[in-house]
């Protein structure tokens, strides 16, 4: 092999390496999708989870559970069907506080947030919260008006005084509180739904992130003690 061919071979090998090493970082300093993030910066369990915060459970527990959830998310529902025997199974020793977030735009989602906001102001925010998830997977194939009628629906359900309902429904109050809760869901970093995280008792955040690992939280009493 002549010189000149040596250098060029050479060359190109050094080249080769190069990509290789380049399309392998990305792989070699991911972080695993099935770990959690850390822990958002700048943010308390306090302002997480104020006292104030519409919760079930226990107010007075040790642990608050805090999960930003989308009611037409698929896997939102999912949680929310399991969060009902978290509640019942641990609820004197558990906090739970849910939050409004779209991390995807969906059709109805955010109306649906509205509906709970608005029953909230006649005291049926969680008896509201619970029929928009059982009735998302409808919800998903109806058109805007079609949508809005099912929500009145819902409301009439719940024997709202529709009048004050449909106010509430269009008023700054009900936009102001999903506008908090999505708001914060940006500070804490959440990017997808639903989104966990436990404040424990010394006011740390742990993002627990995925539903499977709130399971696995739960079941561990080095953890949740």
């Known amino acids: ?13 050094v080249v080769a390496i190069i990509l290789v090493a380049v399309a392998l970082v990305p792989m070699l300093t991911a972080r695993d999708p099935r770990k959690p993030a850390p822990p958002p910066r700048g943010l308390t369990g306090e302002e997480l989870a104020p006292p104030s915060a519409r919760s079930l459970g226990n107010p007075k527990a040790r642990y608050t559970l805090v999960e930003f959830g989308d009611y037409q998310c ?38 649906m947030a509205r509906a709970a906001e608005a029953a909230a102001e006649q005291g049926k925010y969680w008896e509201m919260h619970n029929l928009l998830f059982q009735n998302a997977p409808t919800m998903s194939k109806l ?20 009048i004050k309902f449909r106010a509430a429904l269009q008023g700054p109050s009900t936009d102001k509180a999903v506008t908090a809760g999505e708001d914060l ?27 499977d690992n709130v399971e696995q939280w739960l079941k561990d009493p080095t953890k949740f003690k």
């Open 74 to 111: 698929g896997l939102c529902k999912t949680a929310h069907d399991r969060s009902k025997g978290w509640i019942k199974k641990y609820g004197d020793r558990l906090r739970y506080v849910f939050y409004f977030y779209a991390a995807v735009t969906h059709l109805h989602s955010r109306s």
């Open 185 to 211: 869901a940006v500070r804490a970093g959440v990017q997808s739904t639903p989104h966990f995280f436990i404040v424990t008792p010394d006011g740390k955040i742990d993002r627990l992130q995925f539903l």
């Open 1 to 13: 092999m002549k010189s000149g061919e040596v250098k060029l071979f050479a060359a190109i090998l």
């Open 143 to 162: 058109s805007p008006k079609e949508g809005d009628e099912l929500i009145m629906k819902l409301a009439a359900k719940l024997k709202l005084d529709m």
